[in-house]
C-alpha cells in the first residue's frame, strides 16, 4: 500500500521501537527521510527490506524538521523527551506519531495536550494495542453489545525483561512497570468502562525498581465496574510474551488475546488515513492517552504507598 500524497516520515530515535516504526512505514511505501538520535545502532537498522539506504542520520531534531518533505514525525525516543520533541515537531507543522506513554507527568501531558489542540498537525499517541486485530475486533464487539453493559475487566501482559534498555530500569526515567508496560492494560480498561475514581496497585513479593516483579492492580470505575491487572515484565529469557483481555458483562463474556495481525503497519496506517483526510484520531484519541496515564501514575503512587488512591 502506497499513499497517494507526498508524504514521508522523520523517525526519532535509533532502538527496537523506533525500527518496528520505521519498518510499518516501509511496509505502507511511506520514505523515512531521517532517522534522528544521538547514536546509531546499525544492527538494528542495516536490513535491506527496510529500504532506509536513502534515509540521512542526525543528531539535531531542528535539521529534519527543517526539511520540507517531511510531513510526519515519529517519535520512539526514551519518555522524558516526549513533551519537547513532540512540541517542537507540532509547531514546525507536523504531525505526530508519538510513542506511548504520551509524557512522564500528568503536567506534561497535559501541557501538550494544550499545544497539539492548537497546532495545524494532528497528535496520536501511539497505544498499539488498541490496533491488535484482536483487540480492535473485541472492542467493536462490546460496542455493538455483545456482551451488554460491561461490568468487569480483567488483563494479563507477561513478559521476557527487556534488553539493550537501560533507561527502562530506571523509573525515575521510564515510569516503571505501571507506566510504562502496564499502561496498555489500563488503557484497555479505561475504553471498556469509562471513568476510574479509585486504584490498588500490589507487588508480589515486594515492591521492585524499574522493570521488576509483578504486580496486580484493581480498578474501581465511576459506573461501578472493576478492573483487575496482572502485569509482568522481569521473567526469564526466552519466555514467550502473553496478553489477555477478557470483558465480563450483563448479557455475557468475551475476550481477546494475542499480538495478532501486524498492530505497528495498522497504526500507521490509520494515522496516515488521519493526516490524509485531516480528521482527528478517534481511534486513539489524545485525551485518553491523558486518561491512561493519569490512572497509571495512581497506580504507582499506591504501590509505593500500600494504599488505594482515589483519583480526582
Known amino acids: 500500500m502506497t499513499s497517494g500524497h507526498a508524504v514521508a516520515v522523520a523517525v526519532f530515535g535509533a532502538g527496537r521501537m523506533a525500527r518496528a516504526h520505521a519498518t510499518a512505514w516501509a511496509a505502507l511505501g511511506v520514505p523515512v527521510r531521517w532517522i534522528v538520535s544521538p547514536r546509531r545502532r546499525q544492527e538494528l537498522w542495516d536490513d535491506a527490506e527496510l529500504g532506509l539506504g536513502s534515509a540521512r542520520w542526525t543528531d539535531d531534531p531542528a535539521e529534519a524538521l527543517a526539511d520540507a518533505d517531511v510531513t510526519i514525525a515519529s517519535i520512539c525516543t526514551p519518555t522524558p523527551t516526549h513533551r519537547l520533541l513532540a512540541e517542537q515537531a507540532l509547531r514546525a507543522g507536523r504531525h505526530v506519531l508519538l510513542e506511548k506513554p504520551i509524557a512522564l507527568t500528568l503536567e506534561?501531558?497535559?501541557?501538550?495536550q494544550t499545544v497539539a489542540d492548537e497546532a495545524p498537525g494532528i497528535l496520536m499517541v501511539a497505544h498499539v494495542v488498541r490496533f491488535f486485530a484482536g483487540y480492535a475486533e473485541?472492542?467493536?464487539?462490546?460496542?455493538?453489545?455483545?456482551?451488554?453493559?460491561?461490568?468487569?475487566?480483567q488483563a494479563h501482559r507477561l513478559s521476557a525483561a527487556p534488553e539493550g534498555a537501560d533507561w527502562l530500569h530506571d523509573e525515575e526515567r521510564s515510569g516503571g512497570v505501571l507506566v510504562d508496560f502496564a499502561i496498555h492494560d489500563l488503557d484497555q480498561a479505561n475504553a471498556v468502562l469509562g471513568r476510574?475514581?479509585?486504584?490498588?496497585?500490589?507487588?508480589?513479593?515486594?515492591?521492585?525498581?524499574?522493570?521488576?516483579?509483578a504486580i496486580s492492580t484493581t480498578v474501581e470505575y465511576a459506573d461501578g465496574g472493576v478492573a483487575q491487572v496482572l502485569s509482568a515484565v522481569d521473567l526469564p529469557a526466552g519466555t514467550p510474551f502473553r496478553t489477555g483481555f477478557t470483558v465480563v458483562?450483563?448479557?455475557?463474556?468475551?475476550?481477546?488475546?494475542?499480538?495478532?495481525?501486524?498492530?505497528?503497519?495498522?497504526?500507521a496506517a490509520y494515522f496516515l488515513a488521519c493526516v490524509e483526510s485531516g480528521a482527528a484520531p478517534r481511534r486513539a484519541p489524545v485525551s485518553a492517552a491523558v486518561a491512561a496515564l493519569r490512572l497509571a501514575l495512581a497506580a504507582r503512587e499506591s504501590l509505593h504507598s500500600g494504599r488505594r488512591v482515589e483519583l480526582s
Open 108 to 112: 506534561d501531558a497535559l501541557a501538550l
Open 138 to 153: 473485541l472492542a467493536d464487539r462490546i460496542a455493538a453489545g455483545a456482551v451488554g453493559r460491561p461490568r468487569a475487566v
Open 249 to 267: 458483562g450483563t448479557d455475557g463474556v468475551d475476550a481477546a488475546a494475542g499480538a495478532d495481525g501486524d498492530p505497528f503497519v495498522a497504526q
Open 196 to 213: 476510574p475514581i479509585a486504584v490498588t496497585s500490589i507487588a508480589a513479593g515486594g515492591v521492585g525498581t524499574g522493570f521488576d516483579g
